[in-house]
Each structure stands twice: as C-alpha cells, then as structure tokens.
C-alpha cells in the first residue's frame, strides 16, 4: 500500500523547536518533489515548504521563511522539517504531500500546537 506517514508533531511553547519526518511506504521519496503543508482550525490547507528531489531546490512561504528549514535524507527515503521559533499562529494539522506516478499522496497529518 502506497503512503506518506509523519511523525514528529506535539506541543510546544513559544519559540521553541520542532522537528517533522515525513517517510514513504510502497515506494521511494528519493526521486520525487515532496512538500509540507498546514491547515489551521477554520482554514484552507496552505503549502509551506517544499524541496525537490535533489535537495537542490526549496520554497519557504513567507509565513516561515527564516524559521523552518526543509532537508532530505535520501539513504533514509526521509524528508524534515525543522521548525525554530515556533509562534502560536503555526498552531495547525502538518501534512507532507508529493506525486508519485501521476497520483497525489497526502499523509494523514501531525498535529503542532504552540501555546504556553
């Protein structure tokens, strides 16, 4: 069975750090554009960050450009986001999502919650 699993999610206080892994199963991420995701209670799911197959490419949205770092390990068929100064508005379900084969793949989330 094909799909994307996350892990990584939890609550956290103002400022401070977390770290999403999003793995595969049935296939692997290696050779494929992977992307993160976030949908905030009452809100639209909204594209914050991907990274292409390589490594060699990223996107950040403005939201969290300078405070999440996307990365992959390729040995680990893993991609991360690293999460720094989290503030309460990233409160939000984390999805990782890529296309494999002409099909979306969506994971089914993590929850952040930051808040004091």
């Known amino acids: 069975q094909l799909q994307l699993v996350e892990s990584g999610g939890g609550l956290v206080q103002p400022g401070g750090s977390l770290r999403l892994s999003c793995a595969a199963s049935g296939f692997a991420l290696n050779y494929y554009r992977v992307g993160w995701f976030h949908q905030a209670p009452g809100k639209e799911r909204e594209g914050i960050s991907c990274?292409?197959?390589?490594?060699?490419?990223?996107y950040y949205a403005d939201s969290v450009k300078g405070r999440f770092t996307i990365s992959r390990d390729n040995a680990q068929s893993t991609v991360y986001l690293q999460m720094n100064s989290l503030k309460p508005e990233d409160t939000a379900v984390y999805y990782c999502?890529?296309?494999?084969?002409?099909?979306?793949?969506w994971g089914q989330g993590t929850q952040v919650t930051v808040s004091s």
């Open positions: 990274i292409s197959a390589s490594a060699g490419g990223t």
């Open positions: 999502w890529c296309r494999y084969q002409g099909n979306n793949y």
